[in-house]
T-cell receptor, first 109, second 114 residues
Framework: KNEVEQSPQNLTAQEGEFITINCSYS?????LHWLQQHPGGGIVSLFM???GKKKHGRLIATINIQEKHSSLHITASHPRDSAVYIC???????????FGTGTSLTVIP | DGGITQSPKYLFRKEGQNVTLSCEQN?????MYWYRQDPGQGLRLIYY???????QKGDIAEGYSVSREKKESFPLTVTSAQKNPTAFYLC?????????????FGSGTRLTVV
């Protein structure tokens, strides 16, 4: 049983396309993390959300607490955006995060 | 610059040998975590520590051991009892309190047991 489900699992896009990655979760949460993992494995935090919407450059993250759903959008995608994007949630109880299995994004020039 | 350092990046060991993975942080974070990543699966928690000299088992602690003698350091030992140790191991840290705080991750150690 995984508390965090991501879709799609794999995504291929042409450069310039608008991309959406979805994350659904089944528990009440205090925070949601969007992470990026490049080949080689290191993980970088993109956003931490507890409500609403955040934007950083071409990346936008939204969360709907009532629907237990978050989306990560990439505008004007670029080959350097190719990576695995991981959603993680922190339940209301406890300090640890639970992770989705990731969405593997490939952006073709 | 503050961050987490994991070493080594790649590690090869023979079956039956114990091996220790290093994780050091200079972020003054109270909490530290060890995760294991396998293909097609989300990160799974091995052990975590919220304070020096104390640590808790995660979901897949069998075959692993940790210590937290210093706030900055949280080494993970993969013992010979771990049946399938080949994996990618990630260390993370966070401030202890507050919903607004997320994780900082290290760059990972890829362990291959032959």
């Amino acid at each position: 049983k995984n508390e965090v489900e991501q879709s799609p699992q794999n995504l291929t896009a042409q450069e310039g396309e608008f991309i959406t990655i979805n994350c659904s979760y089944s528990v009440g949460i205090s925070a949601l993390h969007w992470l990026q993992q490049h080949p080689g494995g290191g993980i970088v935090s993109l956003f931490m959300l507890s409500s609403g919407k955040k934007k950083h450059g071409r990346l936008i993250a939204t969360i709907n607490i009532q629907e237990k759903h978050s989306s990560l959008h990439i505008t004007a995608s670029h080959p350097r955006d190719s990576a695995v994007y991981i959603c993680a949630v922190r339940p209301n109880t406890g300090n640890q995060f639970y992770f989705g299995t990731g969405t593997s994004l490939t952006v073709i020039p | 610059d503050g961050g987490i350092t994991q070493s080594p990046k790649y590690l090869f060991r023979k079956e039956g040998q114990n091996v220790t993975l290093s994780c050091e942080q200079n972020l003054n974070h109270d909490a530290m975590y060890w995760y294991r990543q396998d293909p097609g699966q989300g990160l799974r928690l091995i052990y975590y520590s919220q304070i020096v000299n104390d640590f808790q088992k995660g979901d897949i602690a069998e075959g692993y051991s940790v210590s937290r003698e210093k706030k900055e350091s949280f080494p993970l030992t993969v013992t010979s009892a771990q049946k399938n140790p080949t994996a990618f191991y990630l260390c993370a840290s966070s401030p202890l309190q507050g919903a607004g705080y997320g994780y900082t991750f290290g760059s990972g150690t890829r362990l291959t047991v032959v």
